[in-house]
C-alpha cells in the first residue's frame, strides 16, 4: 500500500452539522490521517477536500488519539445531490 504524506486542508461533515475545518495527513487509497481544527469528529463523516466541493470520501474512524484520528474510507468517491430549493417569488 503507498502512503502520502501530506499536509492538505480538509472539511469534516456529519449528520447536521456544520463543514468543520481538519487537516489531511498520511492519505492512501483505503484512509487517512485527520487532524480536526475543532474537538474530535463523530465516528462516521464525510471528508471533503475544498469547502465548495460536491464530492467527497465517507471515513470510519479506526483509532483516535488526542489530536488526530485515523480514518478508513468506506466505498469510493461520492457525490452530493443538489437540492433544488424553491423560489418563493414564483409561488
Known amino acids: 500500500m503507498v502512503v502520502k504524506e501530506l499536509i492538505a486542508p480538509g472539511w469534516i461533515?456529519?449528520?447536521n452539522a456544520e463543514l468543520a475545518r481538519?487537516?489531511?495527513k498520511n492519505i492512501s487509497k483505503l484512509g487517512a490521517t485527520i487532524e480536526p481544527q475543532c474537538g474530535q469528529p463523530p465516528?462516521?463523516?464525510r471528508l471533503y477536500f475544498s469547502q465548495y466541493?460536491?464530492?467527497?470520501?465517507?471515513?470510519?474512524?479506526e483509532w483516535r488519539k488526542e489530536n488526530s484520528v485515523g480514518v478508513k474510507f468506506v466505498g469510493g468517491i461520492?457525490?452530493?445531490i443538489p437540492t433544488l430549493i424553491p423560489d418563493a417569488t414564483l409561488a
Do not use: H, M, P
Open 13 to 15: 461533515k456529519s449528520e
Open 78 to 80: 461520492y457525490r452530493d
Open 43 to 45: 465516528d462516521q463523516f
Open 53 to 61: 466541493a460536491v464530492t467527497f470520501r465517507r471515513c470510519e474512524v
Open 22 to 24: 481538519c487537516w489531511v
